[in-house]
């Protein structure tokens, strides 16, 4: 059974400043990844998912995620934060059957 | 007009009631989802279907029900809603066709306060 485990349930970062949200996972098979993000009071937006091929990642809004399998990682980058940049991150892992199982979540605050 | 919605956006019941929460999609996909979110524990699967005649447990579907009454509809039910039920609800849909298979798109979600 697959696992996720995202370090840090709050990160704060400057406007301009880079973030990076972490991802660590457990699956016995190689696996699907993905990133969502959830803005307040609205359901989740997929950012960006790794299948297969190219181990970067490039999503929407200017994030970036790089798959890492020696490292059983996933983490996500964006180079300059914006103010709207600030929500609730959740890191997934699906091993093909289709059913996600998801991280505990990561806020964003963005400091002007 | 949203592809996943779900309704009502918002309920407070009492302990022991019979609710139903209600999703429907129009993006003409065969899988449909139900997830509770709680702080600190991201979301956990309650029920799944990969079509109209197949329905399948998740890791938390102790209390609850579903029925998918067409491919577009996909309802959970409380038969007695207790407080710890007290959480965010999602639907969410996926497709059957190769290469789309493992990407979910969520409605909007339902909070739920159980007194």
């Known amino acids: 059974a697959q696992s996720v485990t995202q370090l840090g349930s709050h990160v704060s970062v400057s406007e301009g400043a880079l973030v990076l949200l972490r991802c660590n996972y457990s699956?016995?098979?190689?696996?699907?990844l993905f990133w969502y993000v959830q803005y307040p009071n609205q359901g989740l937006q997929l950012l960006l998912k790794?299948?297969?091929?190219?181990?970067l990642v490039k999503g929407i809004n200017g994030f970036e995620a790089e798959f890492k399998k020696s490292e059983t990682s996933f983490h996500l980058t964006k180079p300059s934060a914006h103010m709207s940049d600030a929500a609730e991150y959740f890191c997934?892992?699906?091993?093909?059957?289709?059913?996600?199982?998801f991280g505990a979540g990561t806020t964003v605050t963005v400091r002007a | 007009d949203a592809d996943v919605t779900q309704t009502p956006r918002n309920r407070i019941t009492k302990t022991g009631k019979r609710i139903m929460l209600e999703c429907s999609q129009t993006?003409?996909?065969?899988?449909m989802y139900w997830y509770r979110q709680d702080p600190g524990l991201g979301l956990r699967l309650i029920y799944y279907?990969?079509?109209?005649?197949?329905?399948n447990k998740g890791e938390i579907s102790d209390g609850y029900s579903v029925s998918r009454q067409a491919q577009a509809k996909f309802s959970l039910s409380l038969e007695s809603a207790i407080p710890n039920q007290t959480a965010l609800y999602f639907c969410?849909?996926?497709?059957?066709?190769?290469?789309?298979?493992?990407?979910?798109?969520f409605g909007p979600g339902t909070r739920l306060l159980v007194l």
């Open positions: 993006k003409g996909h065969d899988r």
């Open positions: 699956s016995s098979v190689p696996p699907y």
């Open positions: 997934a892992v699906s091993e093909w059957d289709y059913k996600l199982s």
């Open positions: 790794y299948t297969t091929g190219a181990t």
């Open positions: 279907s990969f079509d109209v005649k197949d329905i």
């Open positions: 969410a849909t996926s497709d059957s066709v190769a290469g789309e298979q493992e990407t979910q798109y």
